[in-house]
């Protein structure tokens, strides 16, 4: 197993390996995000990981290892995104989202306060998202609340308002800082 590690230790997988050792005994949920990563890099490098794999199966063994730990707090995100009239940059930060997370690790509500930029109907085909749409603008704070009662009980919640100004999402930042 090390022998593969260290071979692969360029790619992302082996780094979040890696790292997924370094923080069991500092951080048992950033140990695990760190796992978690590790598999879904893998899959991107490999094109999947439903096969038999010493790798593999020992990320998915410290998960399992870790899920059973008393301290163990890792949630599902809820990443909410409310925007009006941004289709360009609301379809940057979805597929930046979409390219960095597992897809098992959130989920995604999307609140349109009225645009009228035919973003819609491109979500409308999004399996993926849960869409919020106002037939008027209520603003933020109410496109905050809509997101929070579609989301999940158990989620974290974290928010990006594409409004006014562009945004670059970069969600291992987001998982770093929620779980540091």
Known sequence: MEKYIKKTVDKQSGLYHTLGKEYKSLNINQSYLCYENALYHYSKEHGR??????????????LEYIKQCPEFAVKKMAIIILFYNNADITKECIYSIRKSCSPDIYELIVVDNASSDGMRDWLKTQEDIKLIENNENLGFPYGCNQGIAAADADSDMFYFSLWKQSIQCNTREIQAAAYN
């Open 49 to 62: 990981i439903d096969f038999v794999d010493d790798f593999v199966d020992q990320c998915k063994a410290e």
